[in-house]
C-alpha cells in the first residue's frame, strides 16, 4: 500500500465509521474534515510524481522557448538577468520573480512582445494549474 | 492555541456578573435562552435573553455578545473594538445594524476583549445550505426580500460617512489610492502567512497593480455584502452584520461582490436571491449611481487575490499551530481553486 493510499484509507474510515459515532457537532465536524483534508493528501501524494515530471518538462520547454523569442529582440538587462535565473533554478521562486520582471520592464518593451511573453507564460501557469485542481477541488 | 474556553456553561456565571456591574439598577437578573452560535474561524458569539427587574417592573433585553478567541481570521484588520466603533456609527443612520452597548478590554473579565449589542430579531440562513437555498429561492419569489437587500445596499452607499464619523476608517484620496490600499492590505496578509510561492498570484497582483481604476466617488463599502452576512425578519433585512472588511472606498467594490457568482450556488440569482436586471434598476435608481460593469469585473479579480489571502491566513493559522481547527487546514486546497478561477478571469 503507498502512502497516498493509506492516506484515503484513513481518511474513509474518519468518515464512514470515526465521524458518524461522534456525537457532539464540533468533534463530529472536525473528524469529518480530517477525513476530507488526508483524502485530498492521498491524492495529492498519489499524483506527486507524474504531476513533477510533467512540471518539469513544461518548464524545460518554457525556457528553451522564452530564450528563443528573446534572442532577436531587444529587451531589459533586467529580463535577461531574471530569465536566467530561472533557467538555472527551474522553481517556483524564480518564476514569480519572472512574471515581476516581465510586469516591471513592460513600459519598455513593444506590447505585442509583451504579450506573447505573458501569454507562453500563462501556458505553463494553466497547465500546472490544471493538474492541481485534480485534487484540490 | 486558542485561549479562550468553549465551554458556555463555565462562562454563563461570568457574564451574568458583569451584566449586574453594567446594569447596577437591575434586580434579579437572569440568563435565558444562552447560545453559543457560529463555532466558526472568526469571533465567537453568544445569544441570550437578559431578564430583570428595576424598579419592580420586568425588563428584558435581547443581547449578543461576542469575544476575541485570540486567533480569530483577520483579527489584525479588524478587531473588536473598531467593529464596535463602527456600529456606534452607524447607529445614528438609517442602515440597520445591531445597537452596540459595551467594549471590554480587559481580559480579566471573560478571558478576552468583548463587545456586547443587541440581538435583533431575524433569521440568518446560511447560502451554502440546503435549507438556506430553498429559504431564499421561496423569499426570491415574494419579491420583498430581494428589493430589501437591494434598498439596504443603497442606503449603505448613499449614507453620510463624514456625519457619522466614519473617517477614522482611512479616507482614500482620489485616484487609485482606494485600490492601491486594498492590495496592500492583501498583499500584507499573504506575507503574514508565509505563503509558498504561487506564479499565478503574482500574475494576478501584477495585473491588478497594472489595471488600477480610479475611483470616482467615496462612499462606504461593507466589503462582504451578501446572504449570510444578513439578518433576515419577515422579508426584510433587519440587521446588516459581518463588520469586519468595511472600508471607505469605491462602491462598485460591493457591487461587484453582490454580481459574482462566487456567491450564489447554481442559480442565476444574484446571492441566491436578486435578479440581475432588477439589481441594476433598483440599486441605480436608489443610488443615482451607474453600476459600471468594467469596474466590477477587475474588483472581481481583486477579490480573487483577497480569497488567496484568506485561504493562505487560514491554512497558516493551523500550520502553525495558533489554531487546532482542521476545517482551516482545509482551505489550503482552497487556494489553487481560487488560482484557477483567477487565471480563467485573466483570460487564460
Redesign the interface.
Given at each position: 500500500m503507498t502512502e497516498g493510499d493509506l492516506l484515503q484509507r484513513i481518511a474513509q474510515t474518519l468518515k464512514q465509521d470515526i465521524g458518524p459515532a461522534v456525537d457532539a457537532?464540533?468533534p463530529k465536524?472536525?473528524a469529518f474534515?480530517?477525513g476530507?483534508?488526508l483524502h485530498?493528501l492521498g491524492q495529492q501524494l498519489a499524483l506527486a510524481p507524474q504531476h513533477q515530471r510533467d512540471q518539469a518538462a513544461e518548464l524545460a520547454a518554457l525556457i528553451v522557448e522564452l530564450n528563443d523569442m528573446l534572442q532577436t529582440i531587444e529587451v531589459p538587462a533586467e529580463l535577461r538577468r531574471t530569465l536566467a535565473e530561472f533557467a538555472q533554478r527551474r522553481?517556483?521562486?524564480t518564476?514569480?520573480s519572472l512574471?515581476?520582471a516581465?510586469?516591471g520592464t513592460?513600459a519598455a518593451l513593444d506590447a505585442v512582445i509583451f504579450a506573447r511573453l505573458?501569454?507562453r507564460?500563462?501556458?505553463t501557469?494553466?497547465a500546472?494549474?490544471?493538474r492541481?485542481?485534480v485534487?484540490?477541488? | 492555541m486558542n485561549k479562550t474556553t468553549?465551554d458556555t456553561a463555565a462562562l454563563e456565571p461570568r457574564i451574568h456578573d458583569y451584566l449586574k456591574h453594567r446594569l447596577p439598577q437591575a434586580n434579579d437578573l437572569e440568563l435565558r435562552d444562552v447560545q453559543r452560535i457560529a463555532?466558526g474561524w472568526s469571533h465567537e458569539t453568544w445569544l441570550f435573553d437578559l431578564h430583570y427587574s428595576e424598579e419592580g417592573r420586568p425588563k428584558h433585553l435581547g443581547l449578543c455578545l461576542r469575544r476575541d478567541p485570540g486567533n480569530a481570521l483577520l483579527r489584525h484588520l479588524s478587531d473588536l473594538e473598531q467593529q464596535f466603533r463602527v456600529l456606534k456609527c452607524l447607529e445614528q443612520t438609517p442602515l440597520p445594524t445591531p445597537k452596540p452597548y459595551w467594549f471590554e478590554h480587559d481580559v480579566a473579565i471573560l478571558d478576552a476583549p468583548f463587545l456586547v449589542m443587541e440581538k435583533v430579531p431575524g433569521a440568518c440562513p446560511s447560502p451554502w445550505g440546503r435549507e438556506g437555498r430553498a429559504f431564499y429561492a421561496a423569499a426570491a419569489t415574494r419579491g420583498q426580500l430581494p428589493a430589501s437587500f437591494t434598498a439596504t445596499l443603497a442606503t449603505l452607499h448613499t449614507l453620510d460617512w463624514r456625519a457619522a464619523g466614519l473617517d477614522f476608517l482611512g479616507v482614500p484620496a482620489p485616484g487609485t489610492d482606494f485600490v492601491r490600499r486594498e492590495i496592500a492590505k492583501w498583499r500584507e496578509l499573504i506575507a503574514l502567512s508565509t505563503p509558498?510561492?504561487?506564479?499565478?498570484l503574482?500574475?494576478l497582483i501584477?495585473?491588478l497593480?497594472?489595471n488600477m481604476p480610479a475611483t470616482e466617488r467615496v462612499t462606504l463599502v461593507h466589503g462582504a455584502y451578501r446572504t449570510g452576512n444578513l439578518l433576515i425578519h419577515g422579508d426584510r433585512i433587519s440587521a446588516v452584520l459581518d463588520w469586519e472588511l468595511q472600508v471607505l472606498g469605491d462602491p462598485m467594490y460591493d457591487v461587484a461582490y453582490v454580481l459574482s457568482d462566487l456567491n450564489r450556488e447554481g442559480t442565476p440569482l444574484l446571492s441566491n436571491l436578486v435578479e440581475r436586471d432588477a439589481f441594476f434598476r433598483t440599486y441605480e435608481a436608489a443610488t443615482g449611481f451607474v453600476i459600471d460593469e468594467a469596474r466590477c469585473r477587475y474588483y472581481n479579480a481583486l477579490y480573487a487575490m483577497r480569497s488567496v489571502a484568506f485561504w493562505m491566513s487560514a491554512s497558516g493559522l493551523y500550520a502553525s499551530g495558533r489554531s487546532n481547527?482542521?476545517?482551516l487546514?482545509?482551505t489550503a486546497?482552497?487556494?489553487?481553486?481560487v488560482?484557477?478561477r483567477a487565471?480563467r478571469d485573466?483570460g487564460?
Amino acid at each position: 500500500m503507498t502512502e497516498g493510499d493509506l492516506l484515503q484509507r484513513i481518511a474513509q474510515t474518519l468518515k464512514q465509521d470515526i465521524g458518524p459515532a461522534v456525537d457532539a457537532e464540533y468533534p463530529k465536524t472536525q473528524a469529518f474534515m480530517a477525513g476530507v483534508v488526508l483524502h485530498k493528501l492521498g491524492q495529492q501524494l498519489a499524483l506527486a510524481p507524474q504531476h513533477q515530471r510533467d512540471q518539469a518538462a513544461e518548464l524545460a520547454a518554457l525556457i528553451v522557448e522564452l530564450n528563443d523569442m528573446l534572442q532577436t529582440i531587444e529587451v531589459p538587462a533586467e529580463l535577461r538577468r531574471t530569465l536566467a535565473e530561472f533557467a538555472q533554478r527551474r522553481d517556483q521562486v524564480t518564476l514569480c520573480s519572472l512574471i515581476e520582471a516581465l510586469y516591471g520592464t513592460r513600459a519598455a518593451l513593444d506590447a505585442v512582445i509583451f504579450a506573447r511573453l505573458l501569454g507562453r507564460i500563462r501556458e505553463t501557469l494553466r497547465a500546472d494549474i490544471n493538474r492541481r485542481v485534480v485534487y484540490a477541488s | 492555541m486558542n485561549k479562550t474556553t468553549d465551554d458556555t456553561a463555565a462562562l454563563e456565571p461570568r457574564i451574568h456578573d458583569y451584566l449586574k456591574h453594567r446594569l447596577p439598577q437591575a434586580n434579579d437578573l437572569e440568563l435565558r435562552d444562552v447560545q453559543r452560535i457560529a463555532v466558526g474561524w472568526s469571533h465567537e458569539t453568544w445569544l441570550f435573553d437578559l431578564h430583570y427587574s428595576e424598579e419592580g417592573r420586568p425588563k428584558h433585553l435581547g443581547l449578543c455578545l461576542r469575544r476575541d478567541p485570540g486567533n480569530a481570521l483577520l483579527r489584525h484588520l479588524s478587531d473588536l473594538e473598531q467593529q464596535f466603533r463602527v456600529l456606534k456609527c452607524l447607529e445614528q443612520t438609517p442602515l440597520p445594524t445591531p445597537k452596540p452597548y459595551w467594549f471590554e478590554h480587559d481580559v480579566a473579565i471573560l478571558d478576552a476583549p468583548f463587545l456586547v449589542m443587541e440581538k435583533v430579531p431575524g433569521a440568518c440562513p446560511s447560502p451554502w445550505g440546503r435549507e438556506g437555498r430553498a429559504f431564499y429561492a421561496a423569499a426570491a419569489t415574494r419579491g420583498q426580500l430581494p428589493a430589501s437587500f437591494t434598498a439596504t445596499l443603497a442606503t449603505l452607499h448613499t449614507l453620510d460617512w463624514r456625519a457619522a464619523g466614519l473617517d477614522f476608517l482611512g479616507v482614500p484620496a482620489p485616484g487609485t489610492d482606494f485600490v492601491r490600499r486594498e492590495i496592500a492590505k492583501w498583499r500584507e496578509l499573504i506575507a503574514l502567512s508565509t505563503p509558498k510561492p504561487e506564479p499565478i498570484l503574482t500574475d494576478l497582483i501584477c495585473w491588478l497593480e497594472d489595471n488600477m481604476p480610479a475611483t470616482e466617488r467615496v462612499t462606504l463599502v461593507h466589503g462582504a455584502y451578501r446572504t449570510g452576512n444578513l439578518l433576515i425578519h419577515g422579508d426584510r433585512i433587519s440587521a446588516v452584520l459581518d463588520w469586519e472588511l468595511q472600508v471607505l472606498g469605491d462602491p462598485m467594490y460591493d457591487v461587484a461582490y453582490v454580481l459574482s457568482d462566487l456567491n450564489r450556488e447554481g442559480t442565476p440569482l444574484l446571492s441566491n436571491l436578486v435578479e440581475r436586471d432588477a439589481f441594476f434598476r433598483t440599486y441605480e435608481a436608489a443610488t443615482g449611481f451607474v453600476i459600471d460593469e468594467a469596474r466590477c469585473r477587475y474588483y472581481n479579480a481583486l477579490y480573487a487575490m483577497r480569497s488567496v489571502a484568506f485561504w493562505m491566513s487560514a491554512s497558516g493559522l493551523y500550520a502553525s499551530g495558533r489554531s487546532n481547527d482542521i476545517r482551516l487546514a482545509r482551505t489550503a486546497w482552497s487556494v489553487p481553486v481560487v488560482l484557477e478561477r483567477a487565471a480563467r478571469d485573466l483570460g487564460y
